[in-house]
Protein backbone atom coordinates (compact mmCIF):
# COMPACT_ATOMS: atom_id res chain seq x y z
CA UNK A 1 0.00 0.00 0.00
CA UNK A 2 1.23 3.53 -1.00
CA UNK A 3 1.81 5.72 1.90
CA UNK A 4 3.61 8.12 4.11
CA UNK A 5 5.32 6.93 7.35
CA UNK A 6 7.00 8.84 9.81
CA UNK A 7 9.13 7.50 12.98
CA UNK A 8 9.23 7.23 15.81
CA UNK A 9 5.72 7.71 16.62
CA UNK A 10 6.72 9.59 20.68
CA UNK A 11 10.24 10.75 20.46
CA UNK A 12 11.67 11.91 23.97
CA UNK A 13 15.02 14.30 23.83
CA UNK A 14 17.21 15.86 26.53
CA UNK A 15 17.27 19.78 26.57
CA UNK A 16 20.38 21.08 24.12
CA UNK A 17 20.06 17.34 21.24
CA UNK A 18 19.83 17.90 17.76
CA UNK A 19 16.99 15.05 17.03
CA UNK A 20 16.00 13.95 13.96
CA UNK A 21 12.41 13.08 12.61
CA UNK A 22 12.04 10.13 9.52
CA UNK A 23 9.76 10.93 6.83
CA UNK A 24 9.31 8.39 4.03
CA UNK A 25 6.80 8.48 1.23
CA UNK A 26 6.02 5.62 -1.61
CA UNK A 27 3.60 7.41 -3.73
CA UNK A 28 5.91 8.77 -6.22
CA UNK A 29 5.25 12.69 -5.06
CA UNK A 30 7.84 15.20 -5.86
CA UNK A 31 6.46 17.29 -3.27
CA UNK A 32 7.43 17.18 0.50
CA UNK A 33 6.35 18.95 3.48
CA UNK A 34 7.06 19.33 7.21
CA UNK A 35 4.50 21.22 9.55
CA UNK A 36 4.84 21.65 13.26
CA UNK A 37 1.13 21.57 15.48
CA UNK A 38 1.45 22.59 18.98
CA UNK A 39 -1.82 21.85 21.45
CA UNK A 40 -4.63 23.16 20.11
CA UNK A 41 -3.58 25.10 17.10
CA UNK A 42 -3.86 24.55 13.49
CA UNK A 43 -0.51 23.69 11.09
CA UNK A 44 2.12 25.96 10.61
CA UNK A 45 4.79 25.11 7.90
CA UNK A 46 8.60 24.73 8.21
CA UNK A 47 10.26 23.52 5.25
CA UNK A 48 8.90 22.06 1.91
CA UNK A 49 10.88 20.70 -0.97
CA UNK A 50 9.02 20.36 -4.48
CA UNK A 51 12.06 18.51 -5.92
CA UNK A 52 15.65 16.28 -5.11
CA UNK A 53 18.67 17.97 -3.78
CA UNK A 54 15.96 21.63 -2.89
CA UNK A 55 13.78 23.04 -0.46
CA UNK A 56 12.43 26.21 0.91
CA UNK A 57 11.94 27.89 4.08
CA UNK A 58 8.28 28.09 5.46
CA UNK A 59 6.79 30.24 8.07
CA UNK A 60 8.85 29.17 11.23
CA UNK A 61 12.08 27.46 9.79
CA UNK A 62 14.47 28.99 12.29
CA UNK A 63 15.98 26.18 14.75
CA UNK A 64 14.88 24.00 11.92
CA UNK A 65 16.77 22.32 9.03
CA UNK A 66 16.34 19.28 6.47
CA UNK A 67 17.95 17.35 3.49
CA UNK A 68 15.73 16.02 0.36
CA UNK A 69 18.77 13.52 -1.10
CA UNK A 70 15.74 10.68 -2.21
CA UNK A 71 12.64 11.76 -3.90
CA UNK A 72 11.17 9.29 -1.03
CA UNK A 73 12.69 10.58 1.84
CA UNK A 74 12.50 14.09 3.60
CA UNK A 75 14.44 14.03 6.89
CA UNK A 76 13.77 16.78 9.72
CA UNK A 77 16.35 17.95 12.10
CA UNK A 78 15.16 20.25 14.95
CA UNK A 79 18.72 21.57 16.27
CA UNK A 80 18.94 22.93 19.96
CA UNK A 81 18.53 26.21 18.40
CA UNK A 82 14.91 25.47 18.56
CA UNK A 83 13.49 27.53 21.65
CA UNK A 84 10.51 25.46 22.16
CA UNK A 85 10.17 21.75 20.20
CA UNK A 86 8.04 20.33 21.98
CA UNK A 87 5.17 20.11 19.46
CA UNK A 88 3.24 17.61 17.27
CA UNK A 89 5.09 17.14 13.51
CA UNK A 90 3.67 16.02 10.52
CA UNK A 91 5.16 15.52 7.14
CA UNK A 92 2.80 15.61 4.09
CA UNK A 93 3.82 15.19 0.62
CA UNK A 94 2.01 15.42 -3.11
CA UNK A 95 2.23 15.41 -6.42
CA UNK A 96 4.09 18.55 -8.45
CA UNK A 97 1.80 20.91 -10.23
CA UNK A 98 -1.27 19.22 -8.60
CA UNK A 99 -4.12 21.30 -6.70
CA UNK A 100 -5.25 17.85 -5.23
CA UNK A 101 -4.73 16.68 -1.72
CA UNK A 102 -1.66 16.75 0.49
CA UNK A 103 -0.89 13.02 1.76
CA UNK A 104 -0.21 13.32 5.64
CA UNK A 105 1.64 11.13 7.77
CA UNK A 106 0.53 9.86 11.23
CA UNK A 107 2.45 12.43 12.65
CA UNK A 108 5.56 12.48 15.63
CA UNK A 109 5.16 13.46 18.99
CA UNK A 110 8.51 15.11 20.01
CA UNK A 111 8.39 16.05 23.73
CA UNK A 112 12.04 17.99 25.14
CA UNK A 113 12.04 16.79 28.56
CA UNK B 1 -2.77 39.58 7.70
CA UNK B 2 -3.90 35.97 7.99
CA UNK B 3 -4.52 33.99 4.61
CA UNK B 4 -7.22 31.32 6.24
CA UNK B 5 -9.04 32.71 8.83
CA UNK B 6 -11.28 30.23 10.66
CA UNK B 7 -13.52 32.55 13.38
CA UNK B 8 -14.73 29.08 15.20
CA UNK B 9 -12.70 27.90 18.14
CA UNK B 10 -15.60 25.66 18.43
CA UNK B 11 -18.92 24.33 17.57
CA UNK B 12 -21.61 21.62 19.16
CA UNK B 13 -24.52 20.16 16.95
CA UNK B 14 -26.93 17.83 17.43
CA UNK B 15 -26.62 14.66 15.80
CA UNK B 16 -28.71 14.38 12.29
CA UNK B 17 -28.53 18.14 12.18
CA UNK B 18 -26.35 20.27 9.40
CA UNK B 19 -23.51 22.43 10.46
CA UNK B 20 -21.74 24.83 9.00
CA UNK B 21 -18.05 25.58 9.27
CA UNK B 22 -16.91 28.76 8.28
CA UNK B 23 -13.73 29.92 6.58
CA UNK B 24 -12.53 32.74 4.80
CA UNK B 25 -9.35 33.22 2.98
CA UNK B 26 -6.93 35.96 1.66
CA UNK B 27 -4.89 35.84 -1.74
CA UNK B 28 -3.90 38.04 -5.49
CA UNK B 29 -3.25 34.58 -7.04
CA UNK B 30 -6.06 34.13 -9.21
CA UNK B 31 -5.19 30.34 -9.42
CA UNK B 32 -5.58 28.41 -5.95
CA UNK B 33 -6.83 25.81 -4.30
CA UNK B 34 -9.28 25.27 -0.52
CA UNK B 35 -9.36 22.37 1.25
CA UNK B 36 -10.64 20.92 4.31
CA UNK B 37 -9.49 18.19 6.62
CA UNK B 38 -10.81 16.83 9.61
CA UNK B 39 -8.50 15.52 12.41
CA UNK B 40 -9.36 12.80 14.93
CA UNK B 41 -7.97 13.00 18.59
CA UNK B 42 -5.41 10.69 16.90
CA UNK B 43 -4.04 12.98 15.23
CA UNK B 44 -3.90 11.94 11.74
CA UNK B 45 -5.27 14.16 9.28
CA UNK B 46 -8.14 13.22 7.16
CA UNK B 47 -8.43 14.98 3.84
CA UNK B 48 -12.36 15.74 2.83
CA UNK B 49 -12.65 17.62 0.31
CA UNK B 50 -11.08 20.03 -2.45
CA UNK B 51 -12.45 23.22 -4.37
CA UNK B 52 -10.50 24.68 -6.92
CA UNK B 53 -10.73 28.56 -7.81
CA UNK B 54 -11.90 28.22 -11.10
CA UNK B 55 -14.14 25.40 -10.54
CA UNK B 56 -17.96 26.54 -11.39
CA UNK B 57 -19.84 24.08 -9.32
CA UNK B 58 -19.45 23.96 -5.42
CA UNK B 59 -17.82 20.74 -4.57
CA UNK B 60 -19.51 18.23 -2.77
CA UNK B 61 -18.06 14.93 -1.53
CA UNK B 62 -20.82 12.25 0.20
CA UNK B 63 -22.05 14.47 3.32
CA UNK B 64 -20.03 16.77 2.68
CA UNK B 65 -19.91 20.30 0.17
CA UNK B 66 -18.36 23.28 0.46
CA UNK B 67 -19.76 26.25 0.08
CA UNK B 68 -17.68 28.76 -2.06
CA UNK B 69 -18.26 32.31 -2.24
CA UNK B 70 -15.15 33.87 -4.45
CA UNK B 71 -16.24 37.47 -4.48
CA UNK B 72 -16.62 36.98 -0.58
CA UNK B 73 -13.00 34.70 -0.40
CA UNK B 74 -15.17 32.37 1.82
CA UNK B 75 -15.00 28.95 1.72
CA UNK B 76 -17.43 27.40 4.16
CA UNK B 77 -17.33 23.04 5.09
CA UNK B 78 -21.32 22.16 5.19
CA UNK B 79 -21.51 18.81 7.22
CA UNK B 80 -25.05 17.26 6.66
CA UNK B 81 -27.12 14.52 8.77
CA UNK B 82 -23.57 14.64 11.47
CA UNK B 83 -22.88 11.96 12.94
CA UNK B 84 -21.10 11.01 16.42
CA UNK B 85 -18.07 9.98 14.68
CA UNK B 86 -18.03 13.55 13.14
CA UNK B 87 -16.44 14.77 16.19
CA UNK B 88 -13.08 16.22 15.54
CA UNK B 89 -10.86 19.44 14.88
CA UNK B 90 -11.50 20.60 11.01
CA UNK B 91 -8.90 22.53 9.41
CA UNK B 92 -9.32 24.87 6.52
CA UNK B 93 -6.16 25.20 4.16
CA UNK B 94 -5.64 26.85 0.92
CA UNK B 95 -2.94 26.17 -1.89
CA UNK B 96 -0.90 29.26 -4.03
CA UNK B 97 2.03 29.39 -5.81
CA UNK B 98 4.75 31.22 -4.56
CA UNK B 99 7.85 31.97 -6.54
CA UNK B 100 7.28 29.28 -8.41
CA UNK B 101 6.62 27.09 -5.53
CA UNK B 102 3.20 25.59 -4.14
CA UNK B 103 2.81 26.71 -1.08
CA UNK B 104 -0.57 25.60 1.48
CA UNK B 105 -1.20 27.36 4.44
CA UNK B 106 -3.83 25.87 6.96
CA UNK B 107 -6.09 27.66 9.43
CA UNK B 108 -6.47 27.85 12.98
CA UNK B 109 -9.05 25.25 13.16
CA UNK B 110 -13.10 24.52 14.50
CA UNK B 111 -13.48 22.09 16.93
CA UNK B 112 -16.70 20.47 16.34
CA UNK B 113 -18.49 18.49 19.07
CA UNK B 114 -21.79 16.76 18.12
CA UNK B 115 -24.28 15.74 20.80
CA UNK B 116 -26.44 13.21 20.72
Known sequence: ?113 | AQKITQTQPGMFVQEKEAVTLDCTYDTSDPSYGLFWYKQPSSGEMIFLIYQGSYDQQNATEGRYSLNFQKARKSANLVISASQLGDSAMYFCAMREVSGGYQKVTFGTGTKLQVIP
Open chain 1, 1 to 113: DGGITQSPKYLFRKEGQNVTLSCEQNLNHDAMYWYRQDPGQGLRLIYYSQIVNDFQKGDIAEGYSVSREKKESFPLTVTSAQKNPTAFYLCASTRRGSYNEQFFGPGTRLTVL
